[in-house]
C-alpha cells in the first residue's frame, strides 16, 4: 500500500513538472501559447511582469471562482426537511472547499517551475537565429514537442486524482455547474480565454499578443496527446498507483 502511495505521488509530481515543462517550451516558440495561460502570458509580455508571477495571480482567481461554484452547487442540493442529509452536504462542501484552496500553494509551486524553465529554455526565434531551432520548421518541431509534453503532464497528474492544477479544475467545477460535458466546457473556456487576450492585446499594444498557430495547435493537440498516453500508459499507471 505504501509503495502505490509513492508511485501515486511520483506520477503526480512528474506530471506536474512535465506540464509546466510543455507549456514553457510553448511560449518560447514565439507561434503562441496555450489557451489556459494566454491571458497571464500577454499581460506578463505587454507590461514586462514575471510570467509566473501573473500565472500564479490567474490561477488564484480561478480557484476562487472555483470555491464560488461549488458553493453555489452545494447549496442549490441543500434537501432542508432531510436534516442528516443537509449536514452531509454540509460536510460535503467544506471537504470541496478545502481541496480547492490547496490549489492555492500548489500553483505556487507549479508557477516556479515556468520561472525555472522560462530562465532555462531560450526564446528560440530570437536567441536562437541562424540555427534550425530558430527557424520556422524547428520552432514547428519544438511546438509539437511541446504539445506531447503538456498532453503527457495533463495526463499523468489528473489520472493519479490528487489535487488538480486550477485550469482543470475550474473547467470542471464550470461543467458540473452548467451541467454541460467537460470536454464541450473545456472548449468554450479555452475561447473564452482567447478573447480576453486578444481583447488586452489590442487594446493595450494594439497587436495580438501570444495567440497564434500555437494557440490553434494546442487546442486540438495537447487533448489528442492526453488520448494517446492514456491509450497507451493508463491502465499501467492506474495499476502502479493503486487506483
Not at 447549496?75 to 452536504?89: G, Q, S, W
Request: net charge positive.
Amino acid at each position: 500500500m505504501q509503495k502505490n502511495y509513492i508511485y501515486r505521488g511520483g506520477f503526480y509530481l512528474v506530471g506536474l513538472l512535465v506540464l509546466a515543462l510543455g507549456i514553457s517550451l510553448n511560449t518560447k516558440t514565439g507561434l503562441g501559447v496555450s489557451p489556459i495561460i494566454s491571458v497571464s502570458y500577454s499581460i506578463s509580455t505587454i507590461w514586462n511582469l514575471n510570467f509566473g508571477n501573473m500565472t500564479m495571480v490567474l490561477y488564484c482567481i480561478f480557484v476562487l471562482v472555483e470555491m464560488l461554484l461549488h458553493t453555489i452547487l452545494c447549496r442549490k442540493e441543500l434537501k432542508r426537511e432531510d436534516i442528516a442529509l443537509e449536514h452531509a452536504n454540509e460536510m460535503n462542501l467544506k471537504l470541496v472547499l478545502i481541496m480547492d484552496f490547496l490549489q492555492i500553494p500548489l500553483s505556487l509551486v507549479f508557477t516556479r517551475f515556468f520561472n525555472v524553465f522560462g530562465a532555462w529554455i531560450p526564446d528560440l526565434k530570437t536567441d536562437c537565429a541562424g540555427s534550425f531551432a530558430g527557424t520556422f520548421a524547428g520552432r514547428l518541431f519544438f511546438l509539437i514537442i511541446a504539445i506531447i509534453l503538456t498532453g503527457i503532464g495533463a495526463a499523468m497528474s489528473l489520472n493519479m486524482r490528487i489535487i488538480p492544477n486550477p485550469g482543470d479544475g475550474i473547467v470542471q467545477a464550470i461543467a458540473d455547474t452548467i451541467h454541460k460535458s467537460t470536454g464541450f466546457t473545456k472548449n468554450c473556456f479555452d475561447l473564452f480565454n482567447i478573447c480576453v487576450t486578444i481583447s488586452v492585446g489590442l487594446i493595450f499594444a494594439h497587436h495580438l499578443v501570444g495567440i497564434g498557430l500555437g494557440t490553434v495547435l494546442a487546442v486540438i493537440g495537447v487533448g489528442r496527446a492526453i488520448a494517446a498516453f492514456n491509450y497507451l500508459f493508463y491502465e499501467k499507471t492506474k495499476t502502479l498507483a493503486g487506483l
